[in-house]
Each structure stands twice: as structure tokens, then as C-alpha cells.
Nanobody
């Protein structure tokens, strides 16, 4: 069982920045594929960015060039640096951890989410 605790959300004006953090309660954090997802009111949860255990990353098109995902394996922490925020980025942001050997249908582990609100 892996517990994930997100922090760093808040209210920011359009064009501003926030950095989200997610601390994982596992000694083998470095082995997990990690991701940030978000869910806006009335919409489905979507993958925003992912970083694999080997360090490769990918992003949804809408955040490319604005968001950066990173990890500090020594601190068991995942980050999401969000710059040039837009009102459409408003959502609850969730951290996800999935072991690379888990079945493809496995949802992995989820944090409780942190609210990001961008005002225009």
C-alpha cells in the first residue's frame, strides 16, 4: 500500500505559477511510474503529465511548454511546476503511482487531491 499526499494548490491569477508536490510513503519510490492527473467540475479525470521510473516524461498537449513534471527519488517526492496558468487549468490535481509490474488495468494508488483555481 502506498500513501500519496499532495500539496501546493491554491488560488492564482492567470499567468501566475504554482508548484505542486506529492510525497509518497514507499521506500521504493524510484521504481514507480508517477503521474499528475486533474479533474475539473463536470469533466472526466485526465492525465496531465507522467514521469516513468527511468525519467522519461510526457504531457497532454494543452500543458506542453507550460508545465514540468519532475521527481526527487531521495525525497520520495513528485513535483509539477505549473507556469503561465490559465483559467482552464482550474481543477483538482491528483497524484498517481503505479508499479511498472502492475497489471495494465490496475489503477495504481491515488492521493486525495489538491485544488488549483486560476482566476481570469
Amino acid at each position: 500500500q502506498v500513501q500519496l499526499v499532495e500539496s501546493g494548490g491554491g488560488l492564482v491569477q492567470a499567468g501566475g505559477s504554482l508548484r505542486l508536490s506529492c510525497v509518497a510513503s514507499t521506500r521504493i519510490f524510484s521504481l514507480y511510474h508517477m503521474g499528475w492527473h486533474r479533474q475539473a467540475p463536470g469533466k472526466q479525470r485526465e492525465l496531465v503529465a507522467r514521469i516513468l521510473s527511468g525519467g522519461s516524461t510526457n504531457y497532454v498537449d494543452s500543458v506542453k511548454g507550460r508545465f514540468t513534471i519532475s521527481r526527487d527519488n531521495a525525497k520520495n517526492t513528485l513535483y509539477l511546476q505549473m507556469n503561465d496558468l490559465r483559467p482552464e487549468d482550474t481543477a483538482v490535481y491528483f497524484c498517481n503511482a503505479k508499479h511498472p509490474l502492475a497489471p495494465s488495468e490496475s489503477p495504481g494508488y491515488w492521493g486525495q487531491g489538491t485544488q488549483v483555481t486560476v482566476s481570469s
